[in-house]
């Protein structure tokens, strides 16, 4: 039997990927050691929903850009400026950011494993006007799961646990920073949610 044309058209548009793998250092974690849950598929109408809910958003901040490069910076200042005592001994930008840089070999091994194609390379198939797509200097890797969720709620994890009294403002700058990436149209929320998931289970095995 030949196959009508919404069947070649979906068989084509779900074996799209992202496109080439990211090189990357050992992971601290084998992936298969965390929970794998798959993206929606990509002709599905929950990624049609994800894309249309990204249309709906509002442009990016200048918080939201001022992260784009790094957020290390926006715990280290926080702390800083909570902790300011005589014997305050909170961590660098620079502990800070070698801790995410542990974390970020985990997150490209899963980009590569899943390779999602970005937001934009299936708004056309949907039928979604994104409206502006910000030019990211960091969304050169697949889509799923997000970097910018996983790392900064890894890093919330492991501060809160230093510093428990500011636990609700650490995990609500982690979502600033997550928040921010759908808001620039380059990642869907499940990649958020993924990453969010990810995160705490990556923060609650690997330290600072």
Do not use: C
């Not at 050992?26 to 249309?52: F, M, V, Y």
């Amino acid at each position: 039997m030949f196959k009508t044309f919404n069947n070649f058209i979906n068989e084509n548009i779900n074996s799209m990927v992202y496109g080439p793998e990211r090189k990357h250092d050992l992971p601290l974690i084998a992936i298969d050691e965390l929970p794998l849950i798959p993206p929606p598929s990509n002709e599905s109408d929950e990624t049609k929903s994800e894309l249309e809910y990204l249309a709906s958003l509002p442009q990016p901040n200048e918080f939201d850009k001022s992260v784009d490069k790094g957020f290390s910076w926006v715990f280290a200042e926080y702390l800083a400026r909570q902790n300011d005592g005589p014997d305050a001994t909170n961590p660098s930008t620079e502990e800070i950011e070698r801790y995410s840089k542990k974390i970020k070999h985990i997150v490209i091994a899963l980009k590569n494993h899943y390779n999602r194609p970005r937001p934009q390379q299936l708004a056309q198939y949907h039928n979604v006007d994104l409206g502006d797509v910000y030019k990211s200097k960091t969304s050169n890797s697949a889509s799923y799961p997000s970097g910018h969720t996983v790392q900064p709620f890894a890093i919330a994890k492991v501060l809160s646990e230093q510093y428990p009294d500011l636990k609700g403002e650490l995990y609500n700058l982690a979502d600033q920073i997550a928040k921010s990436r759908m808001k620039m149209r380059i990642h869907y929320p499940s990649d958020y949610e993924y990453g969010k998931k990810l995160g705490e289970i990556i923060g609650s095995r690997i330290k600072f």
